[in-house]
């Protein structure tokens, strides 16, 4: 089994215990011990306490020996899963309403009812989505799901990057784009550089997928080009941002991560039929293009929703407030939904009530991910988002120039890789002036100043 099965098998059975599928720190713990890492590198890793991420660990892990009837811990975890789906073609598992139902392996699955393979041609049919989200509610964006199409079916751009501020609905936007164009492609791959980071790791699953031949361990990089010249192919690689280097200007590749340049760079270069598309929460070099007619690399920015409907089914009170809540929270789908749990909480789903406190409150989960966003910041781009916050109204670069003790280079490389990461915001008026993310900015004001 690789890391993907494991954690669609994981999802079946505490999903079967349960009645809810893994949420992200679940996720990250069952990848960690299958990767053999402790609950320390586990937790330094999420941003968590090792007692926390144990806590986790130990409740899986009893799920799973309930399961599975065997005597689980995180010692044998991989072992024991090893041994069962050699051992047998299919689990059964415990349903908490006691009925049973079988699991076999997403690779046997996928392969007997997406995959077709024609040996004489050696041409592919199918789509591995096992890793990208499910879409229950989506609403909105019809201009963008317009664009993709467009772009796609009379462009033929060899990279399209979606990009935008957590939380924005980035993934969930090519997610429904890929659900109605399913039968534009031969071959349809979904890939988390977040679970998988390796470049050879992912290429390597891919001709798994196809049930090729082993391929050859010196000259994959050929192979995957020669695949997209051969195919009609769709790769989606999402958290593109966890290949740029922590603490350094957006879009700077990480050592061990180069070969991705080399790898982006052949896909834009060469003649081919297919098309990958980057999702991140910051630009690289290879994600944008000055001249779109002459090289084929499109770049779609969202911004936030302004429309009512993503706030059915929260749960909320007072519809003729919502649009002034959305207006708050800038329409991130991510922000609105926390807010509105916290809204449902302590002012019994009443936005209206909410709304009197007149400040911009942030949530717990959402001070989490504005931590792991401003560590991800050079020193430079901290000290210029620290001073924004300082004041309401925007500023000229002059201006913030004076309250800085930064070169004028180290200022100016700094705003631009604060725009890569869809922080700041520019103003064009007299003069051109900036400012932040309003919620950001609250973040910044109320747990990053000395």
């Given at each position: 089994?690789?890391?993907?099965?494991?954690?669609?098998?994981?999802?079946?059975?505490?999903?079967?215990?349960?009645?809810?599928?893994?949420?992200?720190?679940?996720?990250?713990?069952?990848?960690?011990?299958?990767?053999?890492?402790?609950?320390?590198?586990?937790?330094?890793?999420?941003?968590?306490?090792?007692?926390?991420?144990?806590?986790?660990?130990?409740?899986?892990?009893?799920?799973?020996?309930?399961?599975?009837?065997?005597?689980?811990?995180?010692?044998?975890?991989?072992?024991?899963?090893?041994?069962?789906?050699?051992?047998?073609?299919?689990?059964?598992?415990?349903?908490?309403?006691?009925?049973?139902?079988?699991?076999?392996?997403?690779?046997?699955?996928?392969?007997?009812?997406?995959?077709?393979?024609?040996?004489?041609?050696?041409?592919?049919?199918?789509?591995?989505?096992?890793?990208?989200?499910?879409?229950?509610?989506?609403?909105?964006?019809?201009?963008?799901?317009?664009?993709?199409?467009?772009?796609?079916?009379?462009?033929?751009?060899?990279?399209?990057?979606?990009?935008?501020?957590?939380?924005?609905?980035?993934?969930?936007?090519?997610?429904?784009?890929?659900?109605?164009?399913?039968?534009?492609?031969?071959?349809?791959?979904?890939?988390?550089?977040?679970?998988?980071?390796?470049?050879?790791?992912?290429?390597?699953?891919?001709?798994?997928?196809?049930?090729?031949?082993?391929?050859?361990?010196?000259?994959?990089?050929?192979?995957?080009l020669t695949l997209l010249r051969q195919q009609k192919c769709l790769?989606?690689?999402?958290?593109?941002?966890?290949?740029?280097?922590?603490?350094?200007?957006?879009?700077?590749?990480?050592?061990?991560?180069?070969?991705?340049?080399?790898?982006?760079?052949?896909?834009?270069?060469?003649?081919?039929?297919?098309?990958?598309?980057?999702?991140?929460?910051?630009?690289?070099?290879?994600?944008?293009?000055?001249?779109?007619?002459?090289?084929?690399?499109?770049?779609?920015?969202?911004?936030?929703?302004?429309?009512?409907?993503?706030?059915?089914?929260?749960?909320?009170?007072?519809?003729?407030?919502?649009?002034?809540?959305?207006?708050?929270?800038?329409?991130?789908?991510?922000?609105l939904k926390d807010i509105a749990s916290l809204i449902k909480n302590?002012?019994?789903?009443?936005?209206?009530?909410?709304?009197?406190?007149?400040?911009?409150?942030?949530?717990?989960?959402?001070?989490?991910?504005?931590?792991?966003?401003?560590?991800?910041?050079?020193?430079?781009?901290?000290?210029?988002?620290?001073?924004?916050?300082?004041?309401?109204?925007?500023?000229?670069?002059?201006?913030?120039?004076?309250?800085?003790?930064?070169?004028?280079?180290?200022?100016?490389?700094?705003?631009?890789?604060?725009?890569?990461?869809?922080?700041?915001?520019?103003?064009?008026?007299?003069?051109?002036?900036?400012?932040?993310?309003?919620?950001?900015?609250?973040?910044?004001?109320?747990?990053?100043?000395?």
């Amino acid at each position: 089994m690789n890391v993907k099965e494991v954690l669609q098998f994981a999802d079946e059975l505490v999903f079967a215990q349960m009645g809810k599928h893994l949420d992200d720190i679940q996720e990250n713990v069952i990848t960690g011990v299958w990767h053999g890492q402790s609950y320390k590198k586990i937790a330094d890793e999420c941003n968590r306490s090792e007692s926390h991420v144990r806590d986790i660990g130990y409740k899986l892990w009893q799920v799973f020996s309930e399961q599975l009837d065997q005597d689980i811990n995180k010692r044998n975890f991989r072992s024991t899963l090893s041994r069962l789906t050699v051992t047998s073609s299919s689990i059964i598992i415990q349903q908490n309403n006691n009925h049973n139902f079988n699991y076999c392996s997403s690779y046997q699955t996928e392969n007997k009812s997406n995959f077709r393979q024609n040996n004489d041609n050696q041409n592919f049919s199918g789509h591995d989505l096992t890793l990208a989200p499910k879409i229950t509610h989506f609403c909105g964006r019809k201009t963008e799901l317009e664009t993709l199409s467009h772009w796609i079916t009379t462009q033929n751009p060899r990279i399209i990057s979606v990009l935008g501020e957590s939380g924005i609905g980035k993934t969930t936007l090519v997610k429904q784009f890929v659900d109605l164009n399913l039968s534009q492609f031969d071959l349809i791959i979904w890939k988390s550089i977040k679970l998988t980071p390796s470049l050879d790791t992912i290429i390597t699953e891919i001709f798994r997928f196809i049930n090729s031949e082993p391929i050859q361990t010196d000259n994959k990089l050929n192979q995957i080009l020669t695949l997209l010249r051969q195919q009609k192919c769709l790769i989606i690689l999402d958290d593109v941002q966890e290949l740029f280097t922590i603490g350094q200007f957006a879009g700077q590749y990480k050592t061990e991560y180069k070969d991705y340049k080399n790898f982006f760079t052949k896909i834009i270069e060469i003649e081919h039929q297919s098309s990958l598309i980057l999702i991140s929460q910051e630009q690289c070099q290879e994600m944008v293009c000055l001249d779109e007619e002459i090289y084929p690399v499109k770049c779609l920015e969202l911004r936030g929703l302004d429309n009512i409907e993503i706030m059915k089914n929260l749960g909320l009170r007072d519809e003729e407030k919502w649009s002034k809540l959305i207006e708050l929270y800038e329409g991130n789908p991510v922000y609105l939904k926390d807010i509105a749990s916290l809204i449902k909480n302590v002012f019994l789903g009443k936005v209206s009530e909410f709304l009197t406190e007149n400040s911009l409150i942030l949530t717990e989960d959402m001070k989490f991910r504005f931590n792991e966003l401003f560590e991800r910041l050079s020193t430079i781009e901290q000290k210029i988002v620290i001073e924004l916050s300082k004041c309401d109204r925007n500023i000229s670069r002059e201006d913030l120039s004076q309250g800085l003790s930064l070169s004028s280079m180290d200022l100016i490389n700094g705003l631009q890789s604060l725009r890569k990461r869809y922080l700041l915001k520019t103003v064009e008026a007299e003069k051109i002036s900036f400012y932040l993310s309003p919620v950001f900015r609250e973040y910044v004001r109320t747990c990053c100043q000395d």
